[in-house]
């Protein structure tokens, strides 16, 4: 499954998940700090995981969908 995500900034890769109930825009409090952080900078990576946000499905799904969504997107 292709997983929305929103990708901030350049630099090394942060892999941010939100929890239950959540989305990506929940972790925006993260992102939008680490992409421009004065201390470096960071690629953030902030998916919708399976079932949530703009990841919608429609078919039951079990949790270990979610780590092979996730080894997905970080292939």
């Given at each position: 499954m292709r997983l929305y995500t929103r990708s901030q900034g350049q630099g090394y890769p942060i892999?941010?998940?939100?929890?239950?109930?959540g989305s990506s825009q929940s972790m925006a409090v993260f992102t939008d700090h680490l992409s421009n952080s004065p201390y470096?900078?960071?690629?953030?990576?902030?998916p919708d995981l399976r079932g949530y946000g703009s990841s919608r499905v429609h078919e039951p799904f079990?949790?270990?969908d979610?780590?092979?969504d996730l080894a997905e997107l970080l292939d």
């Open positions: 892999l941010c998940l939100h929890g239950h109930p470096g900078r960071y690629r953030t990576l902030a079990m949790m270990t979610h780590l092979e």
